[in-house]
């Protein structure tokens, strides 16, 4: 349900108001790092909530910062390749298509995961 509002602001609003103040390199910085920020709040509960990464980072602040860390960049990557996807398709149809893919696959990714480990 946040992938609308979220190419919506991000890949029609914000990256046009970008583009018209700090051009295409100002595009990819800061709107890459934009939404990459935009998902801290998502992530703070990202270790204690998955086992593995858990086990990975630990449980404590060191463990959940770097958790907000990964996600921060992972998402400004995926926020750079949406803002390429943007202007090479000149269409905000492009971006929602392949947002939706991602979020689909980390979806289902998650459900297979879980029932493996639960059955």
């Not at 703070?44 to 958790?67: F, I, K, M, Y």
């Amino acid at each position: 349900m946040t992938v609308l509002p979220e190419e919506f602001a991000f890949r029609g609003v914000l990256q046009g108001a970008l583009e018209r103040t700090f051009g295409t390199r100002g595009v990819f910085v800061v709107g890459s790092i934009a939404f990459g920020l935009w998902h801290v709040t998502t992530s703070l509960g990202l270790t204690s909530g998955n086992a593995g990464l858990s086990e990975l980072l630990g449980t404590g602040l060191g463990g959940q910062l770097a958790g907000i860390g990964l996600a921060v960049a992972a998402t400004s990557v995926a926020g750079a390749g949406f803002i390429w996807f943007r202007r090479r398709s000149r269409s905000l149809l492009a971006p929602i298509g392949l947002h939706w893919a991602f979020n689909a696959v980390g979806a289902l990714a998650a459900a297979l995961t879980w029932r493996a480990l639960a059955g």
